[in-house]
């Protein structure tokens, strides 16, 4: 009897021993499930107390100046033109301390320029009246020095103080080769008007994915319209051109009676409160027109910011 309880134990012990000796002995696996489990869906974050405000990158185009001039055939100078505000005179001189506190100049497509004011120019009796660079050393005006970058030559400019003009808000405009546009925005165009478009051009796009079309309409009887259309993919903006027909000159000089899209370019676009910014240059055969524009609703207004160079060949 006794010799049977030793086996029995022996037995007992030499089991457990194995059990805790294999490392591959295969056991039940359970899956380890943190506290508050991941069902839980976690709190959203909380917005800043001190947001930064939209308007940090919006341009107020009641604080900006109408101040324009055009290079020279070096692009290392700068000469103002005459604008339609007091803060030119009629020879472009720039009035008060403004001169001194223009310190940007902006080219077409948004190229920006440092600039510093050098002296004022007198009128020379060489001066043939062309707001051009081969007549640039003759004009009366403000003389800036590009201090930084180069000048297109002959280009306009736009001259500002980065007080004023927010360059944060500048959206980059891309020139298009001119090409028609897609049949649905055209129909949506003409719809829009009621009215059958006889030309259409795309002629820009921006980094806002908004695309930038010239328009002529049908006429109907002696009355013309052209525009420019802003389209962003939901919404167009236009800037209504009106006009009475002329073989010769229906919206600027020996033009035919039409628009065409080497006529126009953009010296900026920027975003404000109220929408787009634009500055449009219009060529004639004269000379250009530049005229500030901003957005309010589905279309555009003109602002007194406005300029022109009159550049008749001799």
Not at 12 to 19: D, I, R, S
Not at 111 to 128: C, F, G, M, P, W
Not at 198 to 223: M, P
Not at 296 to 303: I, L, P
Request: aromatic share 8%; hydrophobic share 35%; with cysteine.
């Amino acid at each position: 009897m006794n010799k049977w309880i030793i086996l029995i134990a022996i037995t007992f012990m030499l089991t457990g021993c194995n059990e805790k000796s294999a490392p591959n002995a295969s056991k039940p696996t359970a899956t380890a499930i943190p506290k508050e489990t991941t069902s839980v869906t976690p709190a959203p974050t909380a917005p800043s107390a001190e947001p930064i405000p939209v308007t940090s990158e919006l341009l107020d185009t009641n604080k900006l100046p109408n101040t324009f001039g055009f290079a020279n055939n070096e692009g290392n100078r700068i000469i103002t033109v005459a604008s339609q505000q007091e803060q030119t005179d009629q020879e472009g001189n720039v009035s008060g301390e403004l001169k001194e506190q223009l310190t940007k100049a902006i080219g077409e497509q948004g190229q920006i320029l440092t600039i510093r004011y050098v002296k004022h120019q007198a009128r020379s009796e060489k001066d043939n009246g062309r707001q051009a660079a081969h007549n640039f050393d003759n004009l009366e005006g403000d003389l800036y020095e590009v201090i930084e970058g180069t000048a297109v030559a002959n280009d306009s400019y736009y001259l500002i103080n980065e007080t004023s003009f927010n360059l944060n808000s500048l959206i980059k405009i891309n020139p298009s080769e001119p090409q028609e546009p897609q049949t649905a925005i055209a129909d949506k165009i003409s719809k829009s008007k009621n009215r059958a478009i006889t030309h259409s051009w795309l002629l820009a796009t921006t980094d806002k994915n908004q695309q930038i079309f010239l328009v002529q309409f049908e006429r109907q009887e002696d009355q013309m319209l052209a525009s420019l259309v802003l389209y962003d993919g939901v919404q167009m903006v236009f800037m209504d051109y009106p006009a009475t027909y002329d073989a010769n000159s229906t919206w600027r000089v020996d033009d035919q009676g039409e628009v065409i899209p080497e006529m126009f370019s953009f010296l900026f676009a920027a975003a404000s409160s109220d929408g787009i910014v634009i500055a449009v240059k219009w060529m004639g055969a004269e000379g250009e027109n530049i005229t500030v524009l901003k957005q309010s609703g589905q279309r555009f207004v003109e602002t007194s910011i406005e300029s022109g160079r009159y550049l008749s060949p001799i």
